[in-house]
């Protein structure tokens, strides 16, 4: 491959390993451990017989994990490539929603930082060059384990075998991350050397194969109990590093991604049934808990990375503390009525689809949406909601899901106390000061939303108020979730549908809802003990509980549904002020240019180098 071609020049390989760690912005804790004076000249021999340098290996295979979930350029979410959000952003989400992602164009840079040409938009590019360049760095660490020289005194062997562990699970996590990109991959365990000849030799494997690999070798790192199943609550930098638990987590979702329509079309039970018992090993530790909804907001999205909010829910939370969310992607409350900030923010950024407001259920569970039409502005709304009174035209936001006054800032709702300048109360309408909406148009106020929408779940209110957008950004923190304990539950209720256990999946199914208010799955109009409808219903329950923790980018494509009616296409709502306090509403399909919803970016193209380098692993077929 080009991108292993240009990482194998030198004998170590660490050119590349140095690039990433300077320019995706770990933590100084971690530069510290690697004197890179000479690294891009050193011998490996050189470097194995340095404490430090042995244990920047180790922060090298860290480098590949994205520092925040904002890491695209310039400042765009993971959630933004898919139906959950909007971003009118230019440059990679450009390229990405107009479709022009190729085998010879990434469409993504995969990094803020414009100076990393490699994770930038070339062939060979985006999240195939991040990832695999990550991999190999594991593998340096990995298969150089012991032929470190440094004195056990130095360095002794529970801190090497703990540094292997950790690759192991980090190289299972960026294999996971490639595969539900591009479909399966071969497995690399081995940092392959700059005469290697084999590349033309590898094939795909089935999605089974790999997947039951990466589940085999996690269980291997859990069965050694090696690294700590939760890190130090009072380091701050050893909670930077992944605990014990991320492993069974990963094997958990592994195995579902295997056991998911796309990858198992005709629905083998056996293979659910693992991806269960996956679920069901971590859940029987009884090691975490979910918590208590009132406290979701402050303690799973807006704590200091100080705070021990990985004693209950959160298992890993990304290293950047990402205060400035809300500025790039936030509101303009420096130009309302009253002013509730004395800055502006840069860009409205990522925005809720209409799509996703539809997603969030009734307070007696009813689902608002039955099917959408082709533009997604005339939907056919449930007999459900209809029969509980939902008005779309005139209060379409009354008895909702308590969730949804957490997540969305639509017109009117309560967004919290800013600092120093009093409670954020935000109207989208259009013409309303500083944050009203930009309405159905390609152009307008990049300050503002376009689909009439704000998002609120991870954002800290606090961030607005007095002082300047350095100020704001010093007084919150609000790390991306990597993985925390509500997911396991989802998982598991998933798989127990999918091998047909239908009550243990709606029971398990019920630890999300009831912790968020909504009752029991059973108690809910229309229920049916029915597979596809119970199914439907897990898949809406993952939607609204994991939004924008990067999961419904993967959940689209595994579940084979990014190209069908309800998902192709993206719409926005229009909220205009007919007299003082009055409001009505009017649905409208997103008139920019949304190609990145069918059947071509299911499955991502190989970069066109590589799989010239590699043409036993073709394309997906769509690419062909």
């Not at 030799?201 to 089935?206: A, D, E, G, I, V």
């Not at 790999?210 to 199943?229: G, N, W």
């Not at 939370?317 to 990402?322: A, C, Q």
Request: hydrophobic share 35%.
């Amino acid at each position: 491959m080009k991108m292993y071609k240009n990482i194998i020049k030198n004998l170590l390989g660490t050119s590349l390993i140095v690039l990433l760690l300077t320019q995706t912005g770990c933590e100084k804790a971690f530069e510290k451990a690697l004197d890179r004076a000479d690294d891009s000249r050193e011998t490996l021999t050189g470097i194995l017989g340095d404490a430090n340098k042995v244990r920047g290996l180790l922060n090298s295979c860290y480098a590949g994990v994205p520092q925040d979930r904002s890491d695209i350029y310039f400042w765009t979410t993971f959630e933004s490539l898919d139906d959950n959000a909007f971003e009118a952003q230019n440059q990679s989400m450009e390229n990405w929603r107009n479709g022009l992602l190729s085998p010879s164009f990434a469409a993504l840079a995969v990094t803020r930082e414009s100076s990393n040409k490699l994770l930038f938009f070339t062939d060979g590019g985006g999240y195939w060059a991040r990832y695999w360049a990550a991999i190999r760095a594991c593998n340096v660490l990995i298969g150089n384990i012991d032929n470190i020289t440094v004195p056990l005194s130095v360095m002794p062997q529970e801190e090497r075998d703990q540094m292997r562990d950790e690759a192991l699970i980090l190289r299972a996590y960026f294999h996971i991350q490639l595969i539900g990109m591009y479909g399966p991959i071969p497995f690399m365990d081995t940092a392959q050397p700059v005469e290697f000849k084999g590349w033309g030799n590898l094939t795909r494997p089935t999605y089974d194969e790999i997947a039951t690999r990466i589940a085999d070798e996690l269980q291997t790192v859990i069965d050694r109990k090696i690294v700590p199943f939760r890190r130090d609550p009072l380091n701050s930098n050893d909670k930077l590093r992944v605990p014990l638990s991320f492993a069974y987590g990963l094997k958990s979702r592994v195995l579902l991604y295997n056991a998911s329509p796309l990858n198992n079309p005709n629905g083998d039970p056996a293979k659910y049934e693992r991806a269960a018992a996956a679920a069901k090993q971590f859940l029987d530790l009884n090691a975490y808990s979910l918590e208590p909804f009132e406290n979701t907001k402050k303690n799973l999205y807006n704590s200091n990375i100080n705070e021990n909010v990985e004693a209950t829910e959160v298992i890993w939370r990304s290293r950047s503390s990402l205060g400035n969310l809300s500025f790039v992607h936030g509101m303009n409350l420096s130009a309302t009525t009253p002013k509730r900030s004395n800055f502006s923010n840069y860009k409205a950024g990522e925005t809720p689809t209409q799509e996703m407001v539809d997603s969030y259920e009734l307070k007696d569970g009813s689902l608002i949406i039955k099917n959408y039409d082709a533009t997604h502005a005339n939907p056919t709304f449930t007999p459900e909601a209809l029969a509980a009174g939902y008005d779309d035209v005139n209060k379409p936001y009354v008895n909702r899901d308590d969730r949804f006054y957490r997540d969305i800032l639509f017109n009117g709702n309560d967004f919290g106390e800013s600092y120093q300048l009093g409670p954020i109360k935000v109207f989208t309408y259009l013409g309303a000061p500083g944050t009203g909406t930009n309405g159905p148009a390609t152009s307008g106020d990049d300050k503002r939303t376009f689909t009439g929408y704000y998002y609120g779940k991870d954002r800290d209110p606090l961030f607005y108020g007095s002082g300047t957008n350095n100020d704001g950004s010093a007084r919150v923190s609000q790390h991306s979730v990597m993985m925390r304990y509500a997911e396991i539950y989802l998982n598991y209720a998933e798989a127990l549908c999918g091998a047909n256990r239908l009550d243990e999946a709606c029971t398990q199914l019920d630890m999300t809802r009831l912790r968020a208010h909504q009752p029991s799955i059973r108690l809910v109009p229309g229920f049916t003990l029915n597979k596809e409808w119970l199914m439907n219903r897990i898949h809406n329950e993952r939607r609204v509980e994991l939004v924008l923790e990067d999961s419904r980018f993967f959940d689209v494509r595994r579940w084979d549904i990014i190209s069908n009616k309800n998902t192709n296409t993206i719409s926005g709502m229009l909220p205009e002020q007919v007299s003082p306090g009055v409001f009505k509403y009017t649905r409208y399909q997103m008139p920019w240019t949304w190609k990145c919803h069918t059947e071509k970016y299911k499955i991502l193209p190989i970069p066109l180098s590589d799989q010239k380098l590699m043409p036993k692993i073709l394309q997906p077929v769509a690419w062909r």
